[in-house]
């Protein structure tokens, strides 16, 4: 089979017919995450539109890839959530895979900070006609959540963490509390390249990190696990807990 163009060096090497064996990891996993698109049928042109305003926007390149989305996706269909809270939109693209998992009365609220992030965010909800599913708060998001606990909203059946990491402890100690029990609650970003490992405590996003996967692995009824990932995002992880199950 021939391979398509873009792939056809790292065939090569796989092959053993490219002299040069060193290869670039972060090309190889790029080029497997393209396959993957290609072969699986991942993304299409309205996702690819939203990336194309980011950029445009001058949003940074920091969203999920298309795998990524995708699997965000399946683990919302496959639990048949409901409702899912989102914490760091950026323009959406994250979103806009949960809330395409969601039935007709289904509900995505998606919190973020930056209001250019948030008004690029609503065009694209209009633009991916989910704009009746998804509720965008602008602020800081722990003064979101603080206002949503106080209001006493229905609970969450999965919730998205992916805002600034220093928090993540934070974020996921009141995503504990707006779950319902079964509920999943998804981390990114918490292998940053292996930096996870460094225990100076001199990187506010790595002690994020360090912190949020100590509380998971002390909280009481909580069953959790840490998918390394790689791909065109380069090294980095999801931490993935379900809230009040067996260990
Ligand atoms: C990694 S991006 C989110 C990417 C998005 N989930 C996706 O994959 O498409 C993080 C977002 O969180 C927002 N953010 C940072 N600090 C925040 C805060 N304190 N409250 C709410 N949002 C925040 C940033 O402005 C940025 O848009």
């Not at 002299?19 to 072969?39: C, F, I, N, Y």
């Not at 402890?169 to 779950?179: D, S």
């Not at 990187?203 to 990932?229: F, I, Y």
Request: charged residues 25%; glycine residues 10%; contains cysteine.
């Amino acid at each position: 089979m021939k391979p398509p163009a873009r792939l056809e060096s790292t065939w090569a090497r796989r092959r053993g017919d490219d002299k040069d064996m060193s290869g670039d990891p972060q090309s190889t996993w790029a080029a497997v995450d393209a396959l993957a698109e290609e072969r699986l049928g991942v993304g299409d042109a309205v996702l690819d539109e939203v990336t194309a305003r980011g950029t445009r926007a001058g949003l940074p390149a920091i969203a999920v890839s298309p795998c990524q989305g995708k699997l965000l996706h399946l683990l919302a269909r496959v639990s048949g959530a409901k409702r899912v809270l989102e914490v760091g939109t950026l323009g959406g693209y994250s979103t806009i895979w949960l809330a395409r998992a969601l039935p007709a009365d289904g509900k995505l609220v998606t919190l973020e900070i930056d209001p250019h992030h948030a008004q690029i965010a609503r065009e694209n909800f209009a633009l991916a006609k989910l704009d009746h599913l998804v509720e965008l708060r602008e602020g800081p998001a722990l003064k979101s959540l603080g206002e949503m606990e106080r209001a006493e909203v229905e609970a969450f059946d999965l919730v998205f963490i992916d805002a600034d990491k220093p928090n993540n402890a934070r974020y996921f100690e009141i995503a504990l509390r707006l779950a319902r029990p079964g509920a999943i609650i998804i981390v990114d970003n918490v292998v940053r390249e292996g930096a996870l490992l460094d225990d100076s405590g001199t990187n506010p996003s790595n002690e994020g990190s360090r912190r949020v996967l100590r509380l998971m692995g002390k909280t009481p009824g909580l069953a959790a696990t840490l998918v390394q990932t790689v791909g065109v995002k380069g090294y980095d992880g999801f931490a993935i807990a379900v809230v009040g199950a067996a260990k």
